[in-house]
Nanobody
Framework: QVQLVESGGGLVQAGGSLRLSCAAS????????MGWFRQAPGKEREFVAG????????YYADSVKGRFTISRDNAKNTVFLQMNSLKPEDTAVYYC???????????????WGQGTQVTVSS
C-alpha cells in the first residue's frame, strides 16, 4: 500500500512558476513508476508527466514539454513537478499517482493522491 500526498499548488500569474511535491508513504516507493495528471473543470483527467522507478527516463504530454520537469528522490520518497512558464490553460487539479508497470502514459495507476489545485491567472 502506498499513500500519496500532494502539496505546492496555489495561485500564480501567467509566466510564473510552481513546484509541486508528492510525498509517498511506505518502503516500496522506488518500485513504482510515478506520474502527474491533471483535471480541469469540465474536462477529462489527462497525463502530464511520468518518470521511471530509477528516475532515468521521463515522459511528457506535448502541451507541457519544455516547460514542466518531473523528478524524484527515492531516498525521500518524493516526486516533484517543476512547472515554469505557466499558462492559464494549465489551471487544474494536479494529481500524482503510482504505477507498477513501465507504461507511464497508460498505467494502470493504482495509487492516487488527493490532488492539489493550481490556478494560473492571465
Amino acid at each position: 500500500q502506498v499513500q500519496l500526498v500532494e502539496s505546492g499548488g496555489g495561485l500564480v500569474q501567467a509566466g510564473g512558476s510552481l513546484r509541486l511535491s508528492c510525498a509517498a508513504s511506505g518502503r516500496t516507493f522506488s518500485y513504482y513508476g510515478m506520474g502527474w495528471f491533471r483535471q480541469a473543470p469540465g474536462k477529462e483527467r489527462e497525463f502530464v508527466a511520468g518518470i521511471t522507478t530509477d528516475g532515468g527516463s521521463s515522459y511528457y504530454a506535448d502541451s507541457v514539454k519544455g516547460r514542466f520537469t518531473i523528478s524524484r528522490d527515492n531516498a525521500k520518497n518524493t516526486v516533484f513537478l517543476q512547472m515554469n512558464s505557466l499558462k492559464p490553460e494549465d489551471t487544474a487539479v494536479y494529481y500524482c499517482a503510482a504505477t507498477p508497470t513501465t507504461n507511464l502514459q497508460r498505467g494502470p495507476y493504482i495509487y492516487w493522491g488527493q490532488g492539489t489545485q493550481v490556478t494560473v491567472s492571465s
